[in-house]
């Protein structure tokens, strides 16, 4: 074979060799700068924040976050000092601006509390508080049982007066357990409208009040009638309500006509039996009839 041709396409093949490696190069770094994910800083926990926790500078952190950006997020670390949390938040997880406290709010149980919303302590014991599980984060009922207005000692009323209500603490504690282990206080402080609140107050006064504990994925609100004490004993206490007892008054005698007065039946009187004597003197003649009258009188005709 010709030395010249072999020597062409020796050169030829290292050529397109040389070309093939070079645009394999550029496209695989076009491919690799398009591939990878813009970043965006995001203001990120450093540690474990819990309900409450006023934010400092050694509790945020700022990272570059691949991908979407969640809604509400902050860039900047001045933007969540000095805020407290209302929610838990955990290490590496965005901060939220819904889960903090209003700028100046400062922490504790007020930064808990939404705009629009009042805290109100009720004082429970080991029946209220359901033997110590109304703890933070729980959603009961308030009962209310007592006597209306008007009614009769014997007339207490048990009724729903408030459902779906949030527990914002117990007693000084307003932390979460997630192991919902029960807490022994005396006094807890419920999530309610200014309404509510007021409600409440009156119950707390003027009534028992009753803390019923829910599932919180149940929202739905129930329509009761509420209970009657006397409806507790069925029909006989059903018919006590109904007709109370009064002093019964034994009604009078009649008057009973005295009997008519029935004249004596006249007496029939016997007639007398008359007799006559016959009187004869020398030529004449006489008789005498006498007659018995009643009474053995006697009653003499002469003729």
């Known amino acids: 074979m010709n030395k010249r041709l072999v020597s062409v396409l020796l050169f030829a093949l290292v050529i397109s060799a040389g070309a093939s490696l070079l645009l394999y190069r550029l496209l695989n770094g076009k491919l690799s700068a398009s591939a990878k994910p813009a970043s965006t800083p995001v203001v990120v926990a450093a540690r474990n924040l819990e309900v409450g926790t006023l934010i400092k500078d050694v509790d945020v952190k700022v990272v570059d976050w691949s991908g979407p950006v969640p809604p509400h997020t902050f860039v900047k670390k001045d933007d969540v000092m000095g805020r407290g949390a209302v929610a838990n938040m955990y290490e590496g997880e965005p901060i939220l601006d819904n889960r903090l406290a209003a700028q100046g709010a400062g922490a504790g149980l007020a930064a808990t509390i939404p705009p629009g919303m009042r805290a109100v302590a009720v004082r429970v014991n080991e029946v209220v508080g359901v033997a110590g599980f109304v703890v933070p984060g729980t959603k009961v009922d308030v009962l209310i049982a ?23 603490s117990a007693g000084q504690n307003i932390q979460k357990d997630a192991e919902g282990k029960p807490i022994q206080v005396q006094v807890v402080n419920l999530l309610v409208t200014p309404e509510q609140a ?7 006064n003027e009534s028992r009040i009753q803390l019923v504990l829910r599932n919180p994925l149940d929202t739905e609100t129930t329509k009761t009638s509420g209970a009657l004490l006397s409806r507790l004993y069925g029909a006989q206490g059903q018919a006590t309500r109904e007709e109370p007892k009064v002093a019964r008054v034994a009604p009078r005698p009649k008057p009973v006509a005295p009997p008519p007065v029935v004249a004596p039946a006249p007496v029939a009187q016997e007639k007398p039996v008359p007799f006559s004597v016959e009187l004869i003197t020398g030529n004449k003649r006489s008789e005498t009839k006498f007659t018995e009258a009643a009474g053995g009188q006697k009653t003499v005709e002469v003729k």
């Not at 007021?198 to 707390?204: D, I, Y």
Request: proline share 7%; aromatic share 0%.
């Open 198 to 204: 007021e409600v409440m107050n009156l119950a707390s």
């Open 146 to 168: 007592g006597n209306p207005p008007g009614s009769s000692g014997g007339n207490t009323v048990s009724r729903t007066l408030l459902q779906n209500i949030e527990v914002l």
